[in-house]
């Protein structure tokens, strides 16, 4: 009983420790981004298709170079200053809606079906 105690001790640590992307989103991007739907900015699942998490990193810390790199033609989105664990949440977040190559459509696990 005391081993399992220690365990559970041990998991709510590292989980209070590790930065969600999901939290990240919902804090600075929510409002502009989806995850998957057309919103004011391209979705998640467009931008996890075609970018690299270096160009994904440089277009939240420098948006206004970085966007003209992309092709835009006009930049609409801040810069965020994101600490280090942030950025590499949200940058995981985002690659995680890469479409899979076999073509079926993630699930999103947190949507609970009521
Ligand atoms: C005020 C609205 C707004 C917010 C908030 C915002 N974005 Fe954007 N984002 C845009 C727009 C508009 C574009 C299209 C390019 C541009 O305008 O510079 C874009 C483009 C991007 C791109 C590049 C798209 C591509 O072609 O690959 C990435 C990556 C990105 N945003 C990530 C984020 C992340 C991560 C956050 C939160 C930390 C965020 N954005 C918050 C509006 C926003």
Redesign the pocket.
Known sequence: MKKLSLIIVLVTTINSNTISGKK??ET??W???HQSAVA???PFTE?AS??SAE??RA??SD?KSV?KV?G?K?????S?K?KEDELEA?TKY?LSFKPKDNNTTKVDSNVSVK
């Open positions: 990240v989103f600075y991007c409002g502009c981004h004011f900015a391209p931008i075609k970018r160009e994904i277009m939240i948006p966007s992309f835009y006009r930049n609409a989105m801040p965020f994101l949200i985002i």
